[in-house]
């Protein structure tokens, strides 16, 4: 008993809640959305990889160019209102798309314009929803939050993509991408229900939230800027399964839709699996724990485009699932409980970009090596960088570590995470929190 209340600790709050309930839907669908998005860019492109690629990229790149702005936005205004507004406006745009798929008038071209719509969305909508996650529940229940916000997510994952491989091969896209359109009110509804005066928002919003500052303060910290820069390469080129898993589906193991829905679903039922395993940590996560399950999605992608047979593929993408989920709420958690409050929105952006933003560039790069040699090597040389990018984070840690251990003159060593961001008026580390007892408020 007393486990299973710590694990779901935070749904004893009503704001959480609602949240929770509104989202799980709505990414329910989403899921659904984008496997219907997908199986629509390879019947109209005859199974490019190129194809899916561009659309892939096109998504992104708003994230790329936009989400720093929206971290901005992010510790400026309200973010419930924020994410009330992205809310309605990814329901439109999902409207639209359904129509055109509905009446039969979808081109390409179509879906190029809604991929680049919904990210520039996407851009605002990522860093105010993970920052908003610490105002429903405070710092002391941020990490149990954070952890389930990731299982609700992935449970998603896991019935989503299952869903629509039926409803795709039975009704066609058009039905499922309008049950995402309407399924954005349930969002919206569980934010118009909240009780703003339960948020915890501290005294007040900077009048001036500047992207620089936030990129100052990253750039003082080489604990988060290690982390950011890890979590960038894996996101560039190890989180392309939206372009790799439809390949290995159609092209490896010539499967129909439904089979490439389960695919999609052994990786987020590993993802959930993981998500759980985190629920029970209230401490800030080590550099050894995220780079160690970074090593461990590398080595398991690797395998999995390696994998022989579509049983074992399902198994390995169940381990990937694990392990990826792993490394993202270790990286997240200990941003977000290493970083000054008045910066998370910013910083938030800085992690939804590095995850994010970085995916053009990686599925143009993936697409065009899946196209000339195959999907395997595209699934394999995304975990192969990701297990290179592990090692490299962790000579480095290693040699900071070194440096912040090697006495300075007239003065005792100090460790390099034990110090915080430079203070504006005496230049000396201020204080910062390690663990759930010592984060200051929201």
């Not at 997510?153 to 091969?169: D, E, K, T």
């Not at 934010?191 to 339960?198: G, Q, R, S």
Request: hydrophobic content about 55%; charged content about 10%; aromatic content about 6%.
């Amino acid at each position: 008993m007393n486990l299973l209340r710590r694990t779901f600790e935070t749904l004893t709050i009503r704001n959480f809640r609602l949240f929770a309930a509104g989202q799980l839907l709505s990414v329910t669908c989403t899921w659904m959305m984008i496997i219907a998005q997908d199986w629509l860019v390879l019947s109209l492109s005859g199974d490019s990889g190129t194809a899916l690629g561009v659309v892939t990229a096109l998504q992104f790149t708003p994230m790329l160019l936009l989400t720093l702005y929206g971290g901005r936005l992010a510790d400026r205004h309200d973010k419930r209102l924020l994410l009330i507004a992205a809310n309605l406006a990814s329901g439109a745009l999902a409207l639209l798309l359904a129509v055109a798929t509905l009446t039969g008038e979808l081109r390409l071209w179509h879906l190029w314009v809604f991929a680049a719509a919904l990210g520039t969305v996407n851009a605002v909508e990522a860093p105010a929803r993970i920052a908003f996650v610490g105002e429903m529940v405070g710092p002391a229940l941020l990490p149990n939050a954070s952890a389930l916000s990731a299982a609700y997510f992935n449970a998603a994952r896991v019935v989503g993509p299952a869903l629509a491989g039926l409803l795709i091969s039975r009704f066609d896209a058009g039905p499922v991408i309008v049950l995402n359109a309407v399924s954005y009110l349930a969002s919206v509804l569980a934010l118009v229900l909240m009780n703003p005066a339960e948020l915890h928002r501290g005294a007040g919003r900077p009048s001036r939230a500047g992207v620089m500052d936030g990129l100052r303060h990253v750039g003082a910290r080489p604990d988060l800027l290690l982390t950011l820069v890890l979590v960038g390469v894996i996101g560039m080129f190890g989180f392309t399964f939206q372009l790799t898993l439809p390949l290995m589906a159609k092209t490896v193991f010539h499967a129909d839709s439904a089979s490439f829905g389960l695919l999609a679903s052994a990786l987020a039922a590993g993802s959930l699996l993981g998500a759980f395993a985190a629920t029970g940590r209230r401490s800030r996560p080590s550099a050894a724990l995220v780079i160690g399950t970074a090593a461990a999605f590398g080595l398991l992608e690797t395998a999995s485009g390696l994998a022989p047979g579509y049983p074992v593929a399902l198994l390995l993408l169940a381990g990937t699932g694990f392990a990826m989920i792993s490394f993202a709420q270790a990286a997240n958690h200990r941003l977000q409980l290493g970083a000054d409050p008045r910066y998370r929105g910013r910083l938030m952006a800085l992690y939804t970009l590095t995850v994010q933003g970085s995916t053009p560039v990686g599925a143009l790069l993936v697409g065009w090596l899946s196209e000339h040699w195959g999907a395997r090597a595209g699934l394999s040389a995304g975990g192969m960088v990701s297990l290179a990018a592990a090692l490299l984070a962790l000579a480095a840690h290693r040699r900071g570590a070194a440096r912040a251990a090697a006495p300075g003159p007239g003065s005792p060593p100090v460790p390099a995470e034990a110090a915080g961001p430079p203070s504006r008026v005496t230049g000396s580390p201020v204080p910062r929190p390690h663990d759930r007892d010592a984060a200051p408020p929201v």
